[in-house]
Each structure stands twice: as structure tokens, then as C-alpha cells.
T-cell receptor, first 112, second 112 residues
Framework: EAQVTQNPRYLITVTGKKLTVTCSQN?????MSWYRQDPGLGLRQIYY???????DKGDVPEGYKVSRKEKRNFPLILESPSPNQTSLYFC???????????FGQGTRLTVV | DQQVKQNSPSLRVQEGRISILNCDYT??????FLWYKKYPAEGPTFLIS?????DKNEDGRFTVFLNKSAKHLSLHIVPSQPGDSAVYFC???????????FGKGTLLTVNP
């Protein structure tokens, strides 16, 4: 089954404790990206990747890091999480820039 | 500066009637526009797209219209069904990168 898998689905952590949210896709897609969804702000892109070792900033990259060492994986790293990073996060992948993106189920992160 | 705007946060329609969701954009460098639907606790799912060289694309009950001179697109759902109740996002990737921009979304409620 074609899918994008994020882990964990739910995470509560404390300020400053490094964390990683994993994302994996099994569709051999070139493009992957991370989004956060906040009330009243919709979906905002954090980082995107157009291929292995090619990543770039989206609209809200501050406080986040990503890496793309393999085509299927695109982890999101919060080196020092802060409460303003409490949000619902989605990973997505697509075959091309103008083709439909497949989204993961989401990770609800709470930073206290 | 938000390049893709959905100015109606919510819309309520009666089952069987038409739902019209609107989206405006400011950048003429978009070649494609996509609509996504999102249910609570799930990731967004692709609904329908339209190329900038077309003015209409239809898929079953869903039709997207593009008015390039007005920089406006709309999604029509006919007839609306209670299962269509969800948040709808329009999105557009710029021509040269994958910095995908989403609107803030419109919550559609279809009453039985």
C-alpha cells in the first residue's frame, strides 16, 4: 500500500530536549516536505527536499532541521524545542512539483 | 505576504445543494493549482488540480474553475453530501521550486 508514515503520532516533550520526528514514504517519490498546521494559519511549509541531499527552507524554517540521506526518509529535527513549536506536523511526498502530494497521518507535538 | 488566499474561513450548505469554495492568488508564476481535503485527525488528501493553461477541470461531483485575469479559482461540489464536510485547502507550487503555498483553508459543513 502506497503511504507516508510518520512517527510518533503524539509526543509531549519539555523545552530544550532534542527530538526527531521520522517520515518515510514507499512510493519512490523525489519530493518530500514538512508542514505545520496551526489554528487560523492553515498549513505552512517548514522545509522541502527535491531529491537526496537537496533540501531548502519553506516559509517557517526557524528552529527546525531536516536531512535527506535516503530517498525514502525525511526526518524533522527540533534541536531545542520551544513551546511555540507546539503544533500538528505533517510530512508529505510527491512524484513531481505539480503532482498530488501524499500526506502522512500527522504528529501532534506539545512542548511544555 | 500570502500568495494564496482563502478568504472564507467557513461555509455551510444544505445536502444536495452546490458548495462553492474560493481561492485567490497574487503570483502569476503558478502553473498548477491543487485542492486538498482534510478531515480531523487525518492528513490532507488530494482532491483535484488544474493547469494554468485550462479554465476548467472536472472530476465527478468536483469541478475547479480558473479565472486567470481575476487570479481566482473556485471549487464547485455538486451535489454536496454530508461526507464532504471537511476543511478544503487550495495550494500552488511556484514554477522554479517546491515551496508549496497553501491557503488557510475553508471549513465546509454540509447539513443533512
Amino acid at each position: 500500500e502506497a503511504q507516508v508514515t510518520q512517527n510518533p503520532r503524539y509526543l509531549i516533550t519539555v523545552t530544550g530536549k532534542k527530538l526527531t520526528v521520522t517520515c518515510s514514504q514507499n512510493m519512490n517519490h523525489e519530493y518530500m516536505s514538512w508542514y505545520r498546521q496551526d489554528p487560523g494559519l492553515g498549513l505552512r511549509q517548514i522545509y522541502y527536499s527535491m531529491n537526496v541531499e537537496v533540501t531548502d527552507k519553506g516559509d517557517v524554517p526557524e528552529g527546525y532541521k531536516v536531512s535527506r540521506k535516503e530517498k525514502r526518509n525525511f526526518p524533522l529535527i527540533l534541536e531545542s524545542p520551544s513551546p511555540n513549536q507546539t503544533s500538528l506536523y505533517f510530512c508529505a511526498s510527491s512524484f513531481g512539483m505539480n503532482t498530488e502530494a501524499f500526506f502522512g497521518q500527522g504528529t501532534r507535538l506539545t512542548v511544555v | 505576504d500570502q500568495q494564496v488566499k482563502q478568504n472564507s474561513p467557513s461555509l455551510r450548505v444544505q445536502e444536495g445543494r452546490i458548495s462553492i469554495l474560493n481561492c485567490d492568488y497574487t503570483n502569476s508564476m503558478f502553473d498548477y493549482f491543487l485542492w486538498y481535503k482534510k478531515y480531523p485527525a487525518e492528513g490532507p488528501t488530494f482532491l483535484i488540480s488544474i493547469s494554468s493553461i485550462k479554465d476548467k477541470n472536472e472530476d465527478g461531483r468536483f469541478t475547479v474553475f480558473l479565472n486567470k485575469s481575476a487570479k481566482h479559482l473556485s471549487l464547485h461540489i455538486v451535489p454536496s453530501q454530508p461526507g464532504d464536510s471537511a476543511v478544503y485547502f487550495c495550494a500552488a507550487p511556484p514554477r522554479s521550486n517546491y515551496k508549496l503555498t497553501f491557503g488557510k483553508g475553508t471549513l465546509l459543513t454540509v447539513n443533512p
